[in-house]
């Protein structure tokens, strides 16, 4: 899930805030992050609204 960690590094956020922001775990994010756990809907919503982007920049191959 490398653009998830770009963008969320491009926007200056560590793991820990997008997590607070998301509602997920900080365990969650690095999972999605290294591509451990692939999220549902919801969880990639709920990222996409605390990064301020679409769902499909965040997931390009899912395009949900």
Request: hydrophobic share 40%; with cysteine.
């Given at each position: 899930?490398?653009?998830m960690r770009r963008i969320?590094?491009?926007?200056?956020?560590?793991?820990?805030?997008?997590?607070?922001?998301?509602?997920?775990?900080?365990?969650?994010?690095?999972?999605?992050?290294?591509?451990?756990?692939?999220?549902?809907?919801?969880?990639?919503?709920?990222?996409?609204?605390?990064?301020?982007?679409?769902?499909?920049?965040?997931?390009?191959?899912n395009n949900e």
């Amino acid at each position: 899930m490398g653009d998830m960690r770009r963008i969320r590094r491009e926007k200056e956020i560590n793991q820990y805030e997008l997590a607070r922001a998301a509602g997920i775990s900080q365990a969650m994010v690095s999972l999605i992050e290294r591509g451990f756990r692939d999220p549902n809907t919801g969880v990639k919503r709920k990222i996409a609204r605390a990064l301020r982007c679409q769902v499909n920049e965040l997931f390009p191959a899912n395009n949900e």
